[in-house]
């Protein structure tokens, strides 16, 4: 009986935790849509914009002047808060 219980308190505790990892990769209530953020990166001249909601932010990849680079975006803002070269 005592194995039952332990067995069904850990998958409890394991599904919970994946499912607090499945919806921390979703956009928030509050955020600005992915298309405003991309719309916020392509007026700094960056180009081919992708995004996807990652760890809080909006985050992907952009091209500018022919180079490749990392981003993210403030999801409140739509802010440029990181913008890394990719070699």
């Known amino acids: 009986m005592l194995r039952k219980q332990i067995f069904a308190a850990g998958a409890l505790l394991a599904f919970a935790a994946g499912h607090a990892a499945i919806a921390h990769d ?6 600005i849509s992915k ?4 719309a916020r990166v392509k007026a700094l001249g960056y180009d081919a914009v992708r995004l996807e909601a990652d760890d ?6 952009a091209t500018k002047a022919g180079q490749f680079y990392d981003i993210h975006v403030d999801p409140h803002s739509g802010e440029l808060t990181q913008s890394r070269l990719k070699h």
């Open 26 to 31: 979703q956009p928030g209530t509050h955020w």
């Open 35 to 38: 298309e405003a953020a991309i």
């Open 56 to 61: 809080g932010n909006w985050e992907g990849e």
